[in-house]
């Protein structure tokens, strides 16, 4: 039951953070590109590459890894906002929203691994 309850509080932080992450980019960058989507997702790749690289036992990953990052993460919210800059005409805004996600992202679970290791 602890577990479930924290999976709960976890998943209710990462959500929140996502929507005040988003929110405050998004509002200093007045653009057509999801800034804000990239930031909370690469953010989150990063985070979920240093996790990924830590000794955490089954249970603090799945509070780490799903509840916290996968709540924080928006994988829907990537692709449909790429979705509507096509639908928009921005063929090339959507090419580099989804071309730029993939690179950074890999670059900054590389990064978080990268980290870890250190540590």
């Known amino acids: 039951?602890?577990?479930w309850v924290g999976v709960l509080v976890a998943g209710g932080i990462g959500s929140v953070l996502?929507?005040?992450v988003d929110g405050a980019?998004?509002?200093r960058v007045v653009r057509s590109f999801p800034f804000g989507t990239l930031t909370?997702?690469?953010s989150g790749a990063m985070l979920l590459g240093l996790?990924?690289?830590l000794a955490l036992s089954r249970h603090a990953a799945l509070l780490a890894d799903t509840a916290f990052i996968g709540s924080y993460t928006t994988f829907?919210?990537?692709m449909l906002e790429t979705q509507r800059l096509g639908e928009?005409?921005?063929v090339w805004t959507a090419v580099a929203n989804l071309v730029v996600s993939?690179?950074?992202g890999m670059g900054a679970a590389l990064l978080g691994q990268w980290i870890a290791g250190r540590l």
């Open 76 to 78: 829907s919210t990537w």
């Open 51 to 53: 996790v990924g690289g």
């Open 88 to 90: 928009e005409r921005q």
């Open 25 to 27: 980019v998004a509002r």
């Open 40 to 42: 909370v997702n690469i």
């Open 1 to 3: 039951m602890l577990l």
């Open 102 to 104: 993939i690179v950074l």
């Open 18 to 20: 996502r929507f005040l």
